[in-house]
């Protein structure tokens, strides 16, 4: 089955929300609600061997899909909650041997980061790139943050982080 959408009740008094299943990767929307709802945004990375391929192209589409909806969520005033049922180590070291036997970051963050974007695209991906440079000294890229790392970065003081 290449997707499956599940309806979930109000939480709480809250919104309704979908999860939508693709395959093994998993990431649920908040649906629209009334301005000043509470959101609960579900996300899961799936099951795999994290190390060995974080920052791969997967990682980066997942990563700034992620960042693009916390960063709408932020723009209203009430709190949100991202539960990631998969939540990896959070920061992964790129220059450690799992990244270094596949190298997969390099055709995936590290090919963004040196990609030269157009304005439209720059602000689209800049939470994202934030978030990433958040974790790492200057130009160099030693580190990759997995999705509740990047959650964590962009998260106000009242939202909430559920990584299990």
Sequence with gaps: MLFHVFRHPPVEKRCDFEVVLFDHNHVAVAADADFG??????????LREKRLHAGNFAD??????LARILTYLA?????YRVIDTHAGAGV??????????????????????????????????????????SFNTGDKLEK?????????AMMRSQDRLVAC
């Design 60 to 65: 980066v589409m997942k990563h700034a899909v």
């Design 75 to 79: 723009e209203k005033p009430a709190p």
């Design 37 to 46: 709802q509470a959101h609960e945004l579900v996300f899961d990375a799936g």
């Design 92 to 133: 992964y070291d790129l220059a450690g041997p799992e990244a270094a036997r596949t190298g997969e970051w390099r055709d995936g963050i590290g090919r963004l980061r040196a990609a030269s974007l157009d304005d439209e695209t720059r602000v689209l991906l800049t939470p994202y790139l934030d978030a990433v440079a």
């Design 144 to 152: 990759y943050p997995g999705s509740p790392a990047i959650a964590r």
